[in-house]
């Protein structure tokens, strides 16, 4: 069995009884590539694949196309069971994330949340009358990061990776902590703000890491903070950089001599250049590489690596 049905049949287990008795049985190539689970209330159940995006019909055959009055059709009461499944008929527990708009599974999959926001003071503390899950598929591809530090050759001056949704930036940020945690020996701290990189489930990792110190849960401000003041790291690396506050605390991590590793939602230069916060990074030269990786037809893939000094003469 490969590791993608290793995951799928883990994350099959989420997924409501009678939509679950009907997935299991789709054909191995499509459990192999398949990257997220969508469930939207009275939509038709949708199997999305790097290539294409999949439905299936009520007598459990998969499609590409749409079949009327023949789709599987995800109903409300799916919609609850997936949720109780994913929050371990713990919805309180899970209050945290909910708020967030995701649910980490064991395994470090995790269980992307939409419904209507219950605000206070102009902050969501809730979710509610839950519309569309989506899981999301994890998969650790070890090794995957090691043509980018064959071409870099040297990290210790920062590195930012970018690529569109599903290109496979997560994938690759988690290998590098592993890769230089141990083969590398630098003390590397992770802050894993969405429990995506370690996939920490009640405590446990369920991804290799490697040697990392992991901060899960912390926002960037806290985790930068957290990590300068008692972890004494070599690196940092998070995903998604993107505000003002996440700017700041990068920059007090350089100044600090801290290398950071980060990702950034972005699949070109121009996409790069055009974010405000991103740019100020560039312009100080926060990172000395950065790379854009590929589609998400061709996941883990560097398009192009680039040193800093390309960018900015």
Excluded: W
Excluded at 16 to 27: E, R, W
Excluded at 36 to 46: D, F, K
Excluded at 259 to 282: D, F, G, V, W, Y
Aim: aromatic fraction near 6%.
């Amino acid at each position: 069995m490969t590791d993608n049905n290793k995951a799928f049949n883990i994350v099959a287990k989420a997924v409501c009884t009678s939509i679950n008795k009907k997935i299991m049985n789709i054909p191995t190539e499509i459990k192999d590539n398949l990257q997220e689970i969508r469930l939207r209330v009275n939509r038709p159940l949708a199997l999305c694949c790097p290539e294409d995006t999949y439905f299936m019909t009520e007598n459990g055959c998969v499609t590409n196309t749409f079949l009327d009055q023949q789709m599987l059709t995800v109903s409300s009461r799916d919609i609850f069971e997936t949720f109780n499944n994913i929050c371990n008929y713990s919805v309180y527990s899970k209050q945290n994330e909910i708020k967030n708009g995701f649910v980490t599974l064991k395994g470090g999959h995790r269980a992307g949340i939409c419904g209507t926001a219950v605000a206070e003071k102009g902050v969501i503390t809730n979710i509610r009358d839950i519309s569309s899950i989506n899981i999301r598929i994890s998969v650790e591809h070890k090794n995957c990061a090691k043509p980018i530090i064959e071409k870099i050759k040297d990290l210790r001056g920062g590195l930012l990776l970018c690529g569109a949704p599903c290109s496979g930036k997560t994938t690759i940020l988690r290998d590098l902590a592993r890769v230089l945690s141990t083969e590398y020996k630098q003390k590397t701290a992770l802050i894993d703000e969405r429990s995506e990189l370690a996939g920490t489930y009640r405590g446990v990792y369920q991804n290799d890491i490697g040697m990392c110190d992991v901060l899960d849960g912390y926002s960037k401000t806290e985790g930068f903070t957290h990590a300068l003041r008692s972890l004494s790291p070599d690196i940092i690396i998070c995903d998604e950089l993107g505000n003002a506050d996440d700017v700041h605390s990068v920059e007090n991590a350089i100044n600090s001599g801290v290398s950071i590793i980060a990702s950034a939602h972005c699949s070109n230069e121009t996409e790069l250049m055009a974010k405000p916060q991103l740019k100020r990074l560039i312009q100080s030269k926060a990172f000395t590489n950065i790379v854009f990786l590929n589609n998400r037809k061709n996941v883990g893939q560097a398009r192009k690596v680039m040193s800093i000094n390309e960018l900015i003469p």
